[in-house]
């Protein structure tokens, strides 16, 4: 039996670019590339070479700690290039496709079991589409989670519709479920927005309303089932879902993806059909490359791109806003309209629908480290964002686990960097007090 949670807290940040609900295919490009860092943890251990021949879902590479754990080819087609950085880190490993396109496939189970179902999605080097609380990384096949779960609405800025979305392949989006129920021993949970039109028939489905972060799986894994010291929980996002259904209706892997394209700087914002890996040169024709910021993912969380960049695997959402690589006479003193407050220094407060064109401009560098109150405001859980934060600055694990940081990923804490006084890089410290935990066990 599902539950419904209204949130109050949170903040929806309205801004210029929502894309329009038609979805234009881009032709695929000749060089696609798969990007190890995109996997947050993974040691890569290459499994090809420049000259080897792949076909769609063909190992690329696995990770060192888990060997069991391979990533897939999103094309058939030669690799050309491993692209390395610093010490020698594998950074991309470019494919040249081939004109027709050939899979490889795998033997599905008749008896769909928890085990069967691992085995296979192993088989077809999909594993990477689970992700876990705590750490937010890559499930271990080898563990049991107490729950999984799948949001199926974004509430970030200029997110996908994901209705819109799922509504084009809700067969493969309930084979999904139907495949995850059976893998959580029927502990499913699907959290879907109280206005949703979305037919779900499996799992407990939990009604969620209220602002961003309300679409967060975080957000609605803190509200159902809590993240403790020693618990397990698996999530998945819902494109990720509509990829299991197929990989269990022919047994291979099929790499498209829908992808918002939004943001001010884009003139015609809309939805596009994409290849996971494929050049997005052609996505950001046209889009001046001067004072702008391309980003793979939304503005709160996403990660800083380039016109020339390839699509990351996670990614249902590019985003190009202006840089605001630029100073302001008198900045906050000058009385204005125009200006996002949170604080209510702006008259901007009395218009809470008004869209913004907002830049990547912070109007202020790093400063003590103040209690504001601010934090509190947009997040709908039950932590103490600023405790936490000055436990993990202190590395003191035992408190960290006592306030809380089992449960969070990097995206549950962007509102509070976004409308942080002292400019602190709330993820990143996030991000460290995690591997911190990791580390000591």
């Known amino acids: 039996m599902g539950k419904s949670f209204r949130l109050k807290k949170g903040f929806d940040i309205q801004l210029v670019g929502e894309a329009a609900k038609e979805i234009q ?40 700690k888990r060997p069991g754990i391979n990533f897939p080819s999103p094309v058939s087609g030669e690799v050309v ?40 999605i192993l088989k077809g080097n999909l594993w990477s589409i689970f992700k876990q609380r705590p750490f937010a990384k890559i499930a271990s096949p080898e563990d049991q989670p107490k729950a999984i ?14 209705d819109f979305v799922i509504s084009q392949d809700q067969a493969a989006f309930d084979k999904g479920l139907e495949i ?57 996002d819902a494109q990720d879902v509509i990829l299991l259904g197929k990989f269990f209706a022919d047994g291979q892997y099929h790499t498209e993806r829908i992808i918002a394209l939004t ?47 390839f699509l990351s695997f996670y990614i249902s959402q590019l985003t190009v806003i202006p840089e605001g690589a630029h100073s302001e006479f008198l900045g906050w003193l000058l009385p204005s309209t125009s200006k996002l407050s949170l604080s209510r220094t702006f008259f901007s407060w009395l218009m809470p629908k008004k869209k913004y064109d907002l830049d990547t401009n912070t109007h202020g560098e790093e400063r003590a480290f103040v209690v504001s109150g601010q934090y509190e405001k947009v997040l709908p859980m039950n932590i103490m964002p600023v405790q936490l934060l ?3 600055m202190a590395k003191d694990i035992e408190r960290m686990e006592a306030l809380g940081i089992h449960e969070l990923a990097e995206e549950d804490l962007a509102l509070c960097e976004f409308v942080c006084t002292s400019k602190i890089d709330v993820q990143q410290i996030l991000r460290e007090g995690l591997d911190l935990l990791e580390e000591e066990g």
């Open 390 to 392: 000055k436990s993990i």
């Open 25 to 64: 295919e881009i032709p695929a490009s000749e060089i696609f590339a798969v990007k190890p860092p995109d996997y947050l943890g993974v040691t890569p251990k290459l499994t090809v070479k420049v000259g080897s021949e792949v076909l769609v879902g063909d190992s690329l590479f696995y990770d060192k």
């Open 81 to 120: 290039e491993i692209v390395r950085g610093a010490k020698r880190v594998v950074l991309e490993i470019r494919i040249l496709a081939d004109k027709e396109q050939k899979s490889s496939s795998v033997s599905l189970p008749s008896d769909l079991t928890p085990s069967s179902i691992k085995e296979a």
């Open 263 to 309: 943001g001010s700087e884009v003139k015609d914002p809309k939805y596009l059909k994409l290849k996971i890996g494929q050049s997005l040169k052609p996505v950001f024709e046209g889009i001046s490359d001067e004072d702008v910021r391309y980003i793979q993912g939304n503005v709160l969380t996403g990660d800083t791109s380039h016109a020339e960049d």
């Open 149 to 162: 779960f799948v949001s199926t609405f974004n509430s970030a800025p200029l997110a996908p519709d994901l």
């Open 180 to 236: 995850l129920n059976i893998l959580s021993e029927g502990k499913l949970n699907i959290g879907k927005h109280a206005e949703s039109s979305l037919s779900v028939n499996v799992g407990d489905v939990h009604t969620f309303s209220g602002p961003h972060p309300a679409g967060n799986v975080g957000v609605q894994i803190h509200h159902i089932s809590p993240v403790r010291p020693g618990d397990l929980v698996w999530h998945l």
